[in-house]
T-cell receptor, first 117, second 109 residues
Framework: ETGVTQTPRHLVMGMTNKKSLKCEQHLGHNAMYWYKQSAKKPLELMFVYSLEERVENNSVPSRFSPECPNSSHLFLHLHTLQPEDSALYLC????????????????FGAGSRLTVL | GQNIDQPTEMTATEGAIVQINCTYQTSGFNGLFWYQQHAGEAPTFLSYNVLDGLEEKGRFSSFLSRSKGYSYLLLKELQMKDSASYLCAVMDSNYQLIWGAGTKLIIKP
């Protein structure tokens, strides 16, 4: 158990579907992140939330919509996705969003494997 | 542009030593991280280097040379459970993490 739980672990959806990914952290952290991981590519930062406020959006298409209702929960709402959006979506948390360091490392969840048909 | 290079895949033998290299070109430097990721699992933090030199943690060590833009992760007494992907990431001057594509390490008996 990593302290960061993601559901569902696997999701298959059509391009017209609407679905949501959920992330929950039990570490008392104040910052939460969404990353996209594609095969043989570097992790891509999508969104950063600090104390429930979005502090960064790395030019992510509007078909991805994040929501952070409190410091323990993070959602990624998906609609009208494209096949190229198929990837592993990783949630992470850290003590603060001031920049990772030896004392402020990212703790990741196991990811949600998304397949868009 | 900013870039992190690490080998795509490496193979080593159980009980041996392996060194995974990471070279980087970033706008500024505020630390380098190594993460381990087993297939289907979460990446887990291994090490953080911000000063030149070697940091040792049991069977794993991480080295940094800022002047050369170079780091390596050294794994000793390899075990089958060390089969995983190893991710290198550098924090740039804007405190953004720049990630490498990862090195898949295969351990053979």
């Amino acid at each position: 158990e990593t302290g960061v739980t993601q559901t569902p672990r696997h999701l298959v959806m059509g391009m017209t579907n609407k679905k949501s990914l959920k992330c929950e952290q039990h570490l008392g952290h104040n910052a939460m992140y969404w990353y996209k991981q594609s095969a043989k590519k570097p992790l891509e930062l999508m969104f950063v939330y600090s104390l429930e406020e979005r502090v960064e959006n790395n030019s992510v298409p509007s078909r991805f919509s994040p929501e952070c209702p409190n410091s323990s929960h993070l959602f990624l709402h998906l609609h009208t996705l494209q096949p190229e959006d198929s990837a592993l979506y990783l949630c992470a948390s850290s003590q603060s969003a001031e920049g990772p360091s030896g004392a402020n490392v990212l703790t990741f969840g196991a990811g949600s494997r998304l397949t868009v048909l | 542009g900013q870039n992190i290079d690490q080998p795509t895949e490496m193979t080593a033998t159980e009980g041996a030593i392996v060194q995974i290299n990471c070279t980087y070109q970033t706008s500024g430097f505020n630390g380098l991280f190594w993460y381990q990721q087993h297939a289907g699992e979460a990446p887990t933090f291994l090490s953080y280097n911000v000063l030149d030199g070697l940091e040792e943690k049991g069977r794993f060590s991480s080295f940094l040379s800022r002047s050369k833009g170079y780091s390596y992760l050294l794994l000793k007494e390899l075990q089958m459970k060390d089969s995983a992907s190893y991710l290198c990431a550098v924090m740039d001057s804007n405190y953004q993490l720049i990630w490498g594509a990862g090195t898949k390490l295969i351990i053979k008996p």
